[in-house]
């Protein structure tokens, strides 16, 4: 079946820091990736999305490529600003759309 | 404000009771899905509609649990004898689906259940 894997919050950094969550899936086709983000007390929120291999989703800053030999879709930014502090789920569609568990990402001033 | 619309917000009820909750989707998105989301965890399928069919439904939903877009339109989700284990947010989403592929999908705002 689909799957996907993120790597395991919370993600503490400090302002205008580097960010990275790894996300990797699992599918039977060639799936469409999207991120999505969760700011405290509110709902899911499109961040970016990727529909084929090498294609590069990117909004507010963050960026992400699809990566079919690696079978990931990897989230960046440059530097996070606090505001930045939310869940990130990384999701892929193929018939269904199918999340990982979320990265909790906090950011200090 | 034409996004994705769910009723209602809150829900508290007492275990063994009846619960209803109502999605409308963005106009003219033609697939519509239910998740269930608890704290720390990522939303969970429940099942997705086609227009009015539904497609496909989570082999982990109880029986108890029962959805309907009759008219390809707004949703129902109904859970029967509710137990505190269902006890969570319930989510709706919307998308455009056509031709073998589909669309980013657009979240409303969820309905928290609880079950005392």
């Known amino acids: 079946g689909n799957s996907v894997t993120q790597m395991e919050g919370p993600v503490t950094l400090s302002e205008e820091a580097f960010l990275t969550i790894n996300c990797t899936y699992t599918?039977?086709?060639?799936?469409?990736l999207f991120w999505y983000v969760q700011y405290p007390g509110e709902g899911l929120q499109l961040l970016l999305k990727?529909?084929?291999?090498?294609d590069k989703g990117s909004n507010k800053g963050f960026e992400a490529t699809y990566r079919k030999e690696t079978t990931s879709f990897h989230l960046e930014k440059g530097s996070v600003q606090v505001s930045d502090s939310a869940v990130y789920f990384c999701a892929l569609l193929y018939s269904t759309l199918t999340f990982g568990k979320g990265t909790m990402l906090l950011v200090s001033p | 404000d034409t996004g994705v619309s769910q009723n209602p917000r809150h829900k508290i009820t007492k275990r063994g009771q009846n619960v209803t909750f109502r999605c409308d989707p963005i106009?003219?998105?033609?697939?519509l899905y239910w998740y269930r989301q608890t704290l720390g965890q990522g939303p969970e399928f429940l099942t997705y509609f086609q227009n009015e069919a539904q497609l496909e439904k989570s082999r982990l939903l109880s029986d108890r649990f029962s959805a309907e877009r009759p008219k390809g339109s707004f949703s129902t989700l109904e859970i029967q004898r509710t137990e505190q284990g269902d006890s969570a947010m319930y989510l709706c989403a919307s998308s455009v689906h056509a031709g073998g592929r589909g669309t980013e999908a657009f979240f409303g705002q969820g309905t928290r259940l609880t079950v005392v």
């Open positions: 990727a529909t084929k291999a090498d």
């Open positions: 106009s003219e998105h033609n697939r």
């Open positions: 599918a039977t086709g060639y799936p469409s």
